[in-house]
């Protein structure tokens, strides 16, 4: 029987392995991390991660093929496949900090695989590296062999939370990265006939390996760049009366374009595209390319100004001062149907308006107040570390509080702010919040979710990114 490792149970390797177990029932697979509140709770009723669909697939295949353990020793040395995906975070200090990526996991857990295994390996990287990271394995690998041969291969992971199960059963590609020689061939072969279970070989790429760690960078580079690109074009909608919903539907029937990934926001979060973008810089600058650099990092700008530009029109809307009054937010993850806040654009934006002086509450379906409290008292990159690594929050903000219910959060409220695009918002009762707010009542929808005209008749005022603006928004001082 082939045993799988994956060396890391988060929101990539607990996913990634659970289908690995479904679709391939004669292969053993073990999770294994180094946090045991973690793999306690990936072997509980209530898992780590909310993801849709995951319970199901762990629930088929927990004790039967898939297993999540804390002896990551045993499991590794017992291995013939060890994915390896573990944090790779931005570094905060020395050389490079604030942009390159922080192998330092990575790092250990190759040490750990050199020590205690006894036989041959394929090793997997399945985290986000920077282009050239499986050279520096292979040497960390074969300066402490003792005669084990180890094949490195890269196979970076494409899957988008809040649809992880979906985007795993059916891939729009898979791709591995190895050596062109016969053990690396090999290597690819045996990957290949792992992901062949279920994925059609057509949508199985091989590559070099630079060619397959450069391709997860780039593609999330890319996917980042559309979106700073439509909501640059939101601004300027603000400024002329265009409306960004029909410039996108307009722009995106380019089928040399594509209709996905235009949806304008109040920025993008998660915790890949900055992080991606920073390791893309890094590298660019570390082979002298400042040019290709510059045009990367103005994405990541472009991501800043929008949420800056978000937190400037509720406070000028709000007779420039939003000190002392309520606001709610709706939506703290970073996208719907994830519990994750990595990098959510509602730490920016609440962090805007505490500096203002708000009151605020804030009401997420899946995100808890201790984490909220934790993500607001977090400093920057801190959030990248395993869990039981990251410092423990000294006070929780006065300021902030946490409530269960959307109705809550608005009552007494001088204005709203969607921040996630949870289904659940297009169907409240917007009648009953605005009865129960301060007046005037303000909606400033981060997420373009709901009718503004709709809002209007109710007696909002309202502000949707990038649409046609309430006169009384215009009368109100410019946003930069
Ligand atoms: N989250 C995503 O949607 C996504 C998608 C594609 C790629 N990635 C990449 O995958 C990697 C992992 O991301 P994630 O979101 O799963 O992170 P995560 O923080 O959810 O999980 C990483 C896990 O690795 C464990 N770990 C760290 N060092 C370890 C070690 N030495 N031994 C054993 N366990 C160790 C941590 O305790 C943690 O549970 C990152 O490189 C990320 O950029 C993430
Ligand atoms: O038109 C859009 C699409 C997305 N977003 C925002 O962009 C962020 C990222 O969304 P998404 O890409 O759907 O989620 P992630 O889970 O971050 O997935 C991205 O990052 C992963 C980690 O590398 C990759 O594996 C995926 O392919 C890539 O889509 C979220 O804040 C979204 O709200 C927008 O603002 N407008």
Redesign the pocket.
């Known amino acids: 029987m082939v045993k799988i490792c994956c ?8 996913p990634t392995m659970a289908v690995i177990a479904l679709k391939c029932p004669a292969i053993e697979v073990a999770v ?4 045991k509140p ?1 793999i306690d709770a990936w072997n509980s009723d209530r898992l ?2 909310y993801e849709p669909g995951l319970d199901e697939v762990v629930k088929e295949c927990r004790g039967r093929n898939l297993f999540f353990s804390t002896d ?1 020793e045993k499991h590794v040395a017992e291995a013939d496949i060890i994915f ?6 931005t570094k905060t200090r020395g050389l490079g900090a604030g942009k390159a ?1 922080d192998l ?3 790092e ?2 190759a040490r ?1 695989i050199a020590d205690v295994s006894k036989s041959d390996k394929i090793i997997v990287e ?4 920077p282009v050239k990271t499986a050279e520096a394995i292979e040497k960390i690998l074969t300066h402490n062999s003792k005669g084990i041969n180890y094949q490195i291969l890269s196979n ?6 809040g649809t ?1 199960i979906e985007d795993l059963f059916k891939p729009d590609r898979v791709l591995i990265g190895g050596r062109e020689t016969p053990g690396g061939k090999k290597a690819v072969q045996a990957l290949k006939e792992v992901y062949a279970h279920w994925v059609p070989e057509d949508r199985i790429i091989t590559t070099n390996l630079w060619s397959a760690e450069l391709s ?1 960078l780039a593609a ?1 580079a890319f996917l980042a760049q559309r979106i700073s690109s439509v909501n640059a074009i939101s601004a300027l909608c603000e400024a002329t009366g265009a409306n960004v919903s029909e410039v996108a539907y307009a722009v995106g029937k380019d089928s040399r374009i594509g209709p996905r990934f235009l949806n304008a926001s109040v920025g993008f979060g ?3 595209f900055q ?2 973008i920073l390791n893309l810089v890094y590298i660019c600058e570390c082979n002298g390319l400042p040019e290709v650099s510059n045009y990367w990092k103005q994405v990541i700008k472009i991501n800043d100004y929008q949420k800056s530009r978000f937190v400037n029109r509720v406070v000028s809307s709000m007779f420039n001062t939003v000190s002392g009054k309520k606001i709610a937010v709706l939506g703290f993850a970073f996208k719907k149907d994830t519990g ?1 806040t ?1 990098e959510t654009p509602a730490i920016d934006v609440c962090h805007g308006l505490l500096g203002d002086k708000a009151q605020i509450s804030i009401y997420d379906p899946q995100v808890t107040e201790d984490q909220i409290q934790r993500d607001l008292a977090m400093s920057k990159f801190d959030w ?6 990251q410092p423990t929050s000294p006070t929780a903000f006065k300021q902030v509080s946490v409530v269960w219910d959307a109705y809550e959060a608005t009552k007494g409220a001088h204005g709203v702010c969607i921040l996630t695009e949870w289904d659940e918002f297009k169907t409240l009762d917007y009648q009953k919040i605005f009865d129960n707010m301060q007046k005037p009542a303000f909606v400033f929808d981060g997420r373009n979710m709901v009718d503004p005209e709709k809002l209007r008749e109710i007696g909002f005022i309202v502000y949707s990114i990038g649409k046609p603006l309430d006169a009384w928004l215009k009368d109100m001082p410019a946003v930069v």
């Open positions: 060396i890391g149970a988060g929101y990539v390797g607990g294994v991390d180094i946090s973690r780590p991660i990551v390896v995906s573990v944090n790779t975070p990526a330092t996991y990575w250990s857990a750990m399945k985290s986000t590296v970076p992971e494409f899957l988008a939370e992880a997860k999330n998660g915790s890949c992080k991606d994750d990595r990248d570390h395993p869990m039981h690594l």
